[in-house]
């Protein structure tokens, strides 16, 4: 949705000028900030309510209890809900994934920045209007950011959760979903679900929060190796290939390309320091349209929902995805009929080659398509719903035998068509890859990144990209690191009769670049 895509970071910034970078990074630097846009807010009346609180230092949740405003407007249907998280973190910590549920429902996953000794300030906002529905009543809250704290890893994570309702302002023309049914809770992956949606559902939605995650092979999945290749991080036959599976009855209902996250860990610190790789505070959810399933889903009979990630070796963990299933329905019709009508899907074609040598060369080549049509008989007639999809991918990695150079690019696509009734809604998503590393004789790492999340959403047109180049000293202490580093994203978003255009640069944890362009 154009709204998650919008998701962005609050805050206020400043720029360095050159004189103000130091040689090298030291004890602080700059909070972190994205050049994403804000989430727009209509000119009402407004009210908050704080959702969640609390200090993680290990993995109790947070557990509370939701309660809709009042004086915004009748609960449920308001012009906009935005959810703003706010932290602070000092000391010595890794990044760590954590989500809101409220009534079941995950209504936010993200992950956290890494903090400077001196410690740093940082806060997210998501549109989150969808769930308005679920917003309406008092509900459940469970949160959890998963840490671990002690003499070594002092960071203890400090978090606010806030919801901001707007009040309508004339017609309320919501396109919010009338429901939201979480399929999972937390960290799970779903499987063997039960699913049983209101028997007049014309539209069906799954949204699978996806990530590889906890630190091992699986958080760098693009970088796993077919059994026959020699590398740190073993896959198993399709290598690296990764593709994301919603099934129903057993049956595939919808395939996507994950997004390729890299955490603020990952591959060098001092590159996500002040400036974020896209997604990571605000993760996405892959999302799959099943209204040609939903005569199916109709008869009033539970349905198995599984997700499944496929290229992963079996009994091999390290992806969560939790699921909800959002659903329309129709408002004059208490019992919506149909069925399916065409079918086409195959299994992925992953070809992987791999070259041995002095210089470990792995090329990974994968595709798979999905086409399914399905009619239904609304108050409104006849509608008939075609769900187009394809989705690439292609790696190349080499490496040497001791790792010390290692070289990876990696393009995914997700091209998706919606045809209703002769009218088609497209969503083609390119993510971008292209890191470089090197350890020299003195132990010194070195990374040379850039990471793309590009979509064109029928009209709107969107690149969000970012560069990174970090050094810094191997098996040392944090203060003999020596590290420095420059960044910097750039946001550029186009619309029939709308333009944002926003650049962040970094030098050192130093911001020295915020302009905006249009």
Not at 434 to 442: E, K
Request: with cysteine; charged share 20%.
């Amino acid at each position: 949705m154009l709204t998650g895509a919008l998701a962005a970071l609050s805050l206020s910034l400043g720029t360095a000028s050159a004189d103000t970078v130091p040689a090298e990074f030291g004890t602080d630097y700059h909070d972190p900030v994205t050049a994403a846009p804000a989430v727009s807010t209509p000119h009402t009346h407004s009210c908050s309510v704080t959702v969640a609180e609390a200090q993680f230092k290990d993995f109790t949740p947070y557990t509370g209890t939701y309660t809709p405003p009042t004086g915004c407007g009748t609960p449920g249907r308001w012009s906009k809900v935005v959810l703003r998280m706010d932290g602070s973190v000092k000391g010595r910590q890794f990044d760590r994934l954590g989500y809101v549920d409220i009534g079941g429902v995950q209504v936010f996953r993200t992950s956290t920045p890494e903090p400077s000794q001196d410690g740093i300030n940082w806060s997210v906002e998501k549109d989150v209007t969808e769930y308005e529905k679920t917003l309406s009543s008092a509900q459940p809250v469970d949160m959890l950011i998963g840490n671990v704290v002690n003499d070594t890893y002092t960071g203890v994570l400090d978090v606010k959760v806030t919801l901001t309702f707007y009040a309508p302002g004339g017609g309320h023309t919501s396109s919010a979903p009338d429901q939201v049914i979480p399929l999972s809770d937390g960290d799970s992956v779903t499987t063997g679900a039960s699913l049983t949606t209101p028997r007049n559902s014309e539209r069906i939605l799954a949204e699978v929060y996806a990530t590889g995650s906890g630190g091992g092979c699986e958080e760098f999945w693009y970088s796993a190796v077919t059994p026959s290749a020699s590398y740190s991080c073993q896959g198993g036959d399709k290598g690296p290939y990764r593709e994301v599976q919603v099934s129903i009855d057993g049956r595939v209902a919808g395939i996507a390309s994950p997004y390729p996250n890299v955490w603020t860990g990952g591959w060098s610190p001092y590159l996500w320091s002040v400036i974020p790789s896209p997604n990571t505070f605000d993760v996405r959810p892959l999302e799959f349209d099943l209204t040609p399933f939903a005569g199916l889903l109709n008869d009033g009979r539970p349905h198995t929902v599984d997700v499944s990630v496929v290229g992963l070796p079996a009994g091999q963990t390290g992806w969560s995805a939790p699921t909800n299933i959002l659903v329309w329905q129709d408002a004059h019709k208490s019992v919506v009929t149909g069925a399916v009508t065409s079918y086409k899907q195959a299994d992925p074609a992953v070809s992987n080659t791999y070259t041995d040598g002095s210089l470990r060369h792995l090329v990974t080549e994968g595709e798979d398509r999905l086409t399914v049509s399905g009619y239904l008989d609304t108050s409104h007639g006849r509608v008939t719903t075609t769900v187009e999809r394809t989705v690439t991918t292609a790696i190349d990695h080499q490496w040497t035998p001791d790792e010390n150079t290692d070289d990876q690019t990696g393009t995914w696509t997700d091209h998706q068509a919606v045809i209703t009734n002769g009218h088609a809604s497209r969503t083609n998503r390119t993510y971008t890859l292209d890191g470089r590393s090197t350890i020299d004789s003195a132990d010194r790492l070195r990374v040379i990144m850039s990471v793309g999340d590009h979509a064109l959403l029928d009209a709107t047109r969107i690149d969000d990209t970012y560069q990174g180049d970090a050094t810094f000293t191997l098996g040392v202490p944090r203060e003999d690191r020596h590290a420095v580093a420059t960044t910097s994203e750039r946001y550029l978003l186009r619309a029939p009769g709308t333009c944002y255009d926003h650049t962040l640069a970094t030098e050192q944890g130093v911001l020295t670049k915020d302009v905006r362009g249009c």
